[in-house]
């Protein structure tokens, strides 16, 4: 398996655009889990999504943010408005709560997001 | 609520000596301790983990502890080599059952000079 997949790697726009990260889990996981990571703050979970329902967004900082999953095999995260203080590395992750391997949480490689 | 404290924030160590990371959790609950290294510009990478039926686990130079009477639990690497530098969290899962959810510890920085 190719492992989580996220596009753009890096993203670079404007404060008040529409900023939208992508990702693919990897096969047959039944989570999925969005985080931030930042220096001040560390590693964030914004929210997280259990068979494509979302189950906690407690971590989601404000309206500007909302998240989907359409489907078993793809989630987007947007920002709109985008804002400077959202530049950080935002990654996804996935995992399949069965068995032997459960709670076991798979990294993408993140997006860099800088907002001017 | 829950939460994994880390310790220390920063560690530096001489090339073949020994790493020790600490964290604590506070939900009596959590039941699978994961540890993962991050090296720059890349995602965090599961490196070994222990379930709560076990004390202790090894893979090669590096070894996880579990105490949960103290709720605790530590990683250690021997032989510590340069490609050992970079950030490890730990994390817990999330007491309430099956949810899939981690709580993870501040991160440690590890730096390991030649």
């Known amino acids: 398996d190719a492992g989580v997949i996220q596009s753009p790697r890096h993203e670079v726009t404007e404060m008040g655009q529409e900023v939208t990260l992508r990702c693919k889990p990897i096969s047959g996981h039944d989570y999925l889990f969005w985080y931030r990571q930042t220096m001040m703050r560390g590693l964030e979970l914004l929210i997280y999504f259990n068979n494509n329902v979302p189950i906690d967004d407690s971590g989601m900082p404000e309206d500007r943010f909302s998240a989907k999953m359409p489907n078993a095999s793809f989630s987007t995260l947007k920002i709109q408005p985008s804002e400077p203080r959202d530049s950080a590395v935002y990654f996804c992750a996935s995992s399949l709560m069965a068995g032997t391997s459960a709670y076991e949480q798979y990294f993408g490689p993140g997006t860099r997001l800088t907002v001017t | 609520g829950e939460n994994v404290e880390q310790h220390p924030s920063t560690l530096s160590v001489q090339e073949g000596d020994s790493a020790v990371i600490k964290c604590t959790y506070s939900d009596s609950a959590s039941n699978y301790f994961p540890w993962y290294k991050q090296e720059l510009g890349k995602g965090p990478q599961l490196i070994i983990d222990i379930r709560s039926n076990v004390g202790e686990k090894k893979d090669q130079r590096i070894a996880v502890t579990l105490n949960k009477t103290a709720k605790h639990f530590s990683l250690h690497i021997t032989e510590t080599q340069p490609e050992d530098s970079a950030v490890y969290f730990c994390?817990?899962?999330?007491?309430?059952?099956?949810?899939?959810?981690?709580?993870f510890g501040q991160g440690t920085t590890l730096q390991v000079k030649p």
């Open positions: 994390a817990a899962s999330s007491g309430s059952s099956n949810t899939g959810k981690l709580i």
